[in-house]
């Protein structure tokens, strides 16, 4: 009993731990600043993250998952959120099981995105089980060049 009440306490603790407060005091120092803890029933979603002269694209594998059940969102101006649910399929209520692996349940992943982002044009395309996410960059301004002109008298 004293193993499964840490079980248990051990899986509220990693439930909470994608929460501020949490990250506030038990974490002193983020190794990985632009990468979220994240919070999944079905195992991590793999993700990778690559950034070019322009954009960020971010490739997340979602073998089984249907459009509707994946949700993608920006929080607060450059947090991107990846969340979704596989739900148990009809079937599995019925007969005998004798191999049941594929992970069901929730997941959410999430990323804080440097400022230089342009959040009104982040697009997602989920296309054989891989959602791909891209989030163009603002462009630098170079600075504007003024000459002045130099003269003997003010």
Known sequence: SLSLSLWSFSQQ????????????????????????????????????????????????DLPGLKKEDIQVQLQDGNVLQISGERKKDEDEATGTWHCLE????SFLRQFQLPDNIRGDEVKAVDEDGVLTIVVPKKQNRKPAVRKIRVSSKL
Request: glycine residues 4%.
């Open 13 to 60: 603790v990693y439930a909470h731990m994608d929460s501020p407060l949490f990250r506030r005091f038990f974490l002193r120092e983020d190794p990985f600043p632009n990468v979220a803890f994240s919070a999944s029933a079905i195992g991590d979603a793999p993700v990778d993250w690559s950034e070019t002269a322009d954009l960020h694209v971010f490739k997340v």
């Open 102 to 105: 594929r992970p069901r349940g």
